[in-house]
Structure formats: C-alpha cells, structure tokens
C-alpha cells in the first residue's frame, strides 16, 4: 500500500511542477495546491499505514498507529487552504488591474 500512495504522491509532485512552469496564473495556483496534496500524501505515507489498530497506546495493546502524521496533516491541509485562497485572490485582482493572466506579460516581456 505505500508503494501505491508513494506513487501517487510523484505524479502529484510531478503534476504540480509541470503546472507551476505554466505561463497562466491559474495553473500555477493549481501547481501549488496540488503541491500541497502532494506532501499531504507523502506525509501520510510515512507515517506508515497500519488498518485497523488503534491511534492512541492503550494498555494491553502492542500496536498502534502514530498519530502525529494525522495531526500535521490535518495543520498543513488548514494552512494549504489559506495559501490556495490567497493565491486565488491575487490572481483575480491582478488579471482585473492587468487585463490578462499571462506571466510574461505581467512580467513586461510583450515580444513573447
């Protein structure tokens, strides 16, 4: 099972790379918000996946799972939902002042 999420995680960092390279604003807002996922997961990951045992030690019991990956998880996703929202408003009131979305030309390079 972590072999399927650490892939899913390198496509997700992958996709988002690919995305904040763009020369659209949005894309690269949907860069950083997949970004975010991206770590989400690989977070998740690493807190290794144990099914079914429970989060906290209790007595009595020899397995548990960690739950500190699930509380950073749970901060980051807030925090990527503040960013992502910022971000969002930036880019609509820099398309309305500017009148386009195109990093170049925000930029003042108008020969590309």
């Known amino acids: 099972m972590e072999i399927i999420t ?3 995680a390198g ?3 992958a996709t988002a790379i690919y995305n904040m390279l763009q020369k659209q604003l949005l894309r690269i807002v949907i860069g950083t918000a997949l970004l975010s996922h991206g770590a989400h997961i690989l977070i998740f990951t ?3 996946l144990k099914t079914g045992q429970p989060p ?3 007595d009595g019991i020899e397995s548990y ?3 500190l990956p699930q509380a950073l998880i749970l ?3 807030v925090i990527s ?3 992502t929202s910022l971000l969002l408003v930036l880019a609509y009131r820099s398309t309305q ?3 386009t979305d195109n990093m170049e030309q925000l930029r003042g390079n108008e020969n590309e």
């Open 97 to 99: 002042e500017n009148g």
């Open 65 to 67: 799972t960690d739950p």
């Open 46 to 48: 690493m807190g290794r």
């Open 6 to 8: 650490s892939i899913l």
């Open 75 to 77: 901060t980051s996703i």
């Open 81 to 83: 939902f503040g960013v």
């Open 11 to 13: 496509i997700l960092f």
């Open 56 to 58: 906290i030690l209790i």
